[in-house]
């Protein structure tokens, strides 16, 4: 990797709370310097109350080319944007920010297109299939909204606030084909159940769901992106279920997201051939 930075360099950031287990930096840079870009990607670790103060800052950077934003921002974020992709109009919320010469900022969100992508290349695909998701939050909406849009035969999706998982789920079945509604976390007879919460990121977090209801042979998604099995998948495969971690999804949103951005870019080991984005 080229260590040097310029007077041209452009920045790229990933804004977010926390950012300990990021991976995307790594991604970017190590990008940069395969396509010779002079650009560097830098995390910005912004806690809740300080999101608008960041903002203010940040627009005041000639040389931003682009933020990926992960939780808690990607909901909030939608204020401080100049125009929505579709995608994000969509789900209402975004996780990345494209910066443009002329100032203004475009938000998209790519969780969902990702995450489905990640399951194609893992072989987990939820076309026809009845699918649980657990988490309507900014990553969960857009999933849900991919997952139904990708052929699922049922899509129950449950949250915390249950107002929000209603809301969700009418938005979904108005918008595709799916048979979306809401529902408790109950995981039994569901052929793929995906979790879009932070449960799972910190050892003392409970249970997203009740691995002792899942049927074997289920496959459990798992969005967390851990150096290790989170206590779910750990569960989830003693039950005999299929497991996926949040790399796959990581890795997909990534070709999306860097091609919002105007970078081509695809994982080690995939093949254009694998579902990729049309």
Known sequence: MDPYITGKTRLYGLVGDPLT??????LLNQLFAEQRVDAACVPFWVKAE???AFVTGARAMGNLS???VTMPHKQRMLEFVDELHPTARQVGALNVIRCEADGRWVGAIFDGVGCVLGMQWEGNHPANKSVLLVGAGGAGSAIAFAVASAGASKLTISDANELRA??????V?????CDARSGPPDPRGFDVVINATPLGMKVDDAMPIDPERLAPGAI??????ASEPTPLRRAAQARGCRTQDGGPMHQGQAVYALKFLGFDYLPDGRSAQD???R
């Open 21 to 26: 287990a990021a991976k995307s930096p790594q």
């Open 50 to 52: 300080n999101l608008s």
């Open 66 to 68: 682009g933020m990926l």
């Open 166 to 171: 209603g809301d969700l789920a009418t938005s």
């Open 173 to 177: 079945a108005a918008e595709t084909s």
């Open 220 to 225: 459990v998604v798992d969005i967390i992106n």
């Open 275 to 277: 579902h990729g984005p």
